[in-house]
Structures are given as structure tokens and as C-alpha cells.
């Protein structure tokens, strides 16, 4: 097997990383994680955290950002799919059934929410910031549904 470049170890490390702080925040919480946690429960160093994340708040406003971004390719998936209608509807069914209200992910965005309210302007700018891309691009897919079905938006 080859062995991997400094690019490609860092590379994998983050990635490592990120996945380690994802499932520890949605099962414990913003403020039960630390960052000596999730470098344990990756295998690395603190260390190697630092050196990826500056910051808890940096690691999870990138965690967070992961899973909205997996969440809006899923709703463009539903809307923006092959299939009748009533296909693209149970896809978009599928997804809401699974995710909104989803304790994990739902409770995070709040804790992390309030955490960025109560710490600093410029982390809860930051927070709002997110949000509103979030809603943005979820205008932008059903403004383009309502074009594709040539049915204007209320």
C-alpha cells in the first residue's frame, strides 16, 4: 500500500476528526464534548485537534455546517429528482420523516445556538449567518420547483 502524503494524512486526519466530533455532539451534546474527548475517541493527539480546529466553537460551526449541507443535497434529491410527482413527494416524505425533529441534530443547532448567543457578537453573526444560508437555499429549491411546475410561489 502507498504511503500517504502530508496532504493526504492531514487530509484524512480532519476528516477522522470531524466524524469523531459529529457523532460525539449529536449523542452528548455542544457542551458535553470537549476537544480532549473527541481527540480520544479519534485515537489522536489534542494536539491534532489544534492543529485542525482552533477552536470547540470552530469544530462544531463545521460540524454543523456538514449536516446542513448533506441535508439540503437530500431535499434537492426529493425536489429536484426524476420521477412522477408523487415519487419526488415519498422521497421528500422519506427525508422529513427521518429528520426533522431529529433529537440529535435538532438539539445541537439549539445548544450551539444559544451557546453562540451568550458568548460573543461575532460567533452568534456567525450562527445567524449559517442559518440564514440554510433557509436561503431552501427558497432557492422551491422557487425552482414552483418554475419547473410553472406554479408561482404564495
Partial sequence: MARLS???SQART???LLATARRLF????YHATSLEKVAEAASFSKGAVYSNFATKDELCRTV???IRAEQVQAIMDAFLGEGSDE???AVFEAWAERTI???GWTLLEAEFAIHATRRDPALRAEVAS???SWAGALRLLLEEEARRRDRPLP
Fill in 64 to 66: 454543523i455546517e456538514a
Fill in 6 to 8: 502530508r496532504a493526504e
Fill in 14 to 16: 480532519r476528516e477522522l
Fill in 26 to 29: 449529536l449523542r452528548d451534546g
Fill in 101 to 103: 425533529g431529529d433529537p
Fill in 130 to 132: 449559517g442559518g440564514r
Fill in 87 to 89: 415519487d419526488r413527494l
